[in-house]
Structure formats: C-alpha cells, structure tokens
T-cell receptor, first 112, second 111 residues
Framework: DAGVTQSPTHLIKTRGQQVTLRCSPK?????VSWYQQALGQGPQFIFQ???????QRGNFPDRFSGHQFPNYSSELNVNALLLGDSALYLC???????????FGPGTRLTVL | DAKTTQPTSMDCAEGRAANLPCNHS???????VYWYRQIHSQGPQYIIH???NNETNEMASLIITEDRKSSTLILPHATLRDTAVYYC????????????FGTGTRLKVLA
C-alpha cells in the first residue's frame, strides 16, 4: 500500500517565477492538506482540500492556491515567488471521518 | 498560536526510556492529542494519538493526565534511530484536520 507521494523532491526557482507541486494521497484517503515548513520551524498549515474544494485555509496570501482532482490527488501552486517562500512543502492525507493525517516526504523548494 | 508547550531539547541514553512531556492546558473536551516525529527534514511520521485514556502501540506509549492538561510520550527503549524532533499537536478545530505545530522537542539519543 503506497503512502503519500510528492513530486518533485527538490526544486530551484528564481524570484517572480511560479511553481506547481504535486501530491498523491494514501490509498483510501480523500482529504489533502498542505503545510509549509521553514528551516528550523514546525510545519504551518496552508490549506486543506476535500471533494475538490478548499475547505480550510491558513494565514497565507492568495499567491498560494491549490487544486484537488477527482482521483483525490492535489496540486499546490505558488505565484510570484519570494525568497521567503523557500521551504519544505509537505502534503498530508486523511480520510475525513478518521482522525489521523499521514505526511509525504515533502518537496524542498529553493527560491534564488 | 501554538496550543502546546514542549521542552526545546532532551537527551536520552540508548536503551533507556525516553519520556517527552507536553503541556496543552487549553485543550477542550473533544480534542485529541497527537504525536509525530520528524527525522532530518523528512515528512513527519505519525506515532500515536489519544483522547482521555492512556494508549500504547508498537512504537510508543502515551500517558494523558486525568485533567488532560498535559501528556507524556514514552519511547520504552530508545535507539539511535529515534533521534528526531518530536511534535505534540492538539487538533485545532473539531471536524477538521488543521494541525497547529509548535517547535517540538529535539530528542538526541546518545550511544
């Protein structure tokens, strides 16, 4: 049973560019959440998707957007990249009526 | 705002029990306490969770005080591979999966 997968593993972009990160949830899960983890900090919640809609959002600007597909996979898009967007981006999946999120390995984004 | 308080770092001798405390004094009646760990910038790994009663699984035990204001994660026989940052999390809102992470406890297991 595959766990949560994310792609790419690493990514380097320059300021002002746009980036798309991808996540495939654990089998049987229908909810995907995205987190940003800056170096030395705990993960911070960006938003959560269920039934292809954004259900909850953390304190992140509109430059951060997402999408969930009918197969429950998800994308995180970040526009107009800033140096401060450099971080590990984590995807977590869950089954809505369950209680536990399972995290993927993350995508390391570096903005130069 | 983080709803949990943990020591910044702890050391534990290999083979001994590691006891990691967490304070969650503002926890409400239906909120669960979760523990995750993160090894060197990998994704957080689920360890255990509980509501009121003590819990045990193959990885660890979770002891929750009767007033639910604090808990302790116990790794019964720590190994070098248990060196990681351990996060105690209270689920932020009922019916959602928004986790609020603090800065966690950096556990170092010493040979």
């Amino acid at each position: 049973d595959a766990g949560v997968t994310q792609s790419p593993t690493h990514l380097i972009k320059t300021r002002g560019q746009q980036v798309t990160l991808r996540c495939s949830p654990k089998s049987g899960h229908d909810t995907v959440s995205w987190y940003q983890q800056a170096l030395g900090q705990g993960p911070q919640f960006i938003f959560q998707y269920y039934e292809e809609e954004e259900r909850q959002r953390g304190n992140f600007p509109d430059r951060f957007s997402g999408h969930q597909f009918p197969n429950y996979s998800s994308e995180l898009n970040v526009n107009a990249l800033l140096l401060g967007d450099s971080a590990l981006y984590l995807c977590a999946s869950s089954f809505l009526v369950g209680v536990t999120q399972y995290f993927g390995p993350g995508t390391r984004l570096t903005v130069l | 705002d983080a709803k949990t308080t943990q020591p910044t770092s702890m050391d534990c001798a290999e083979g001994r029990a590691a006891n990691l405390p967490c304070n969650h004094s503002t926890i409400s009646g239906n909120e669960y306490v979760y523990w995750y760990r993160q090894i060197h910038s990998q994704g957080p790994q689920y360890i255990i969770h509980g509501l009121k009663n003590n819990e045990t699984n193959e990885m660890a035990s979770l002891i929750i005080t009767e007033d639910r204001k604090s808990s302790t994660l116990i790794l019964p026989h720590a190994t070098l591979r248990d060196t990681a940052v351990y996060y105690c999390i209270v689920r932020a809102e009922r019916g959602t999966y928004k986790y609020i992470f603090g800065t966690g406890t950096r556990l170092k297991v010493l040979a």
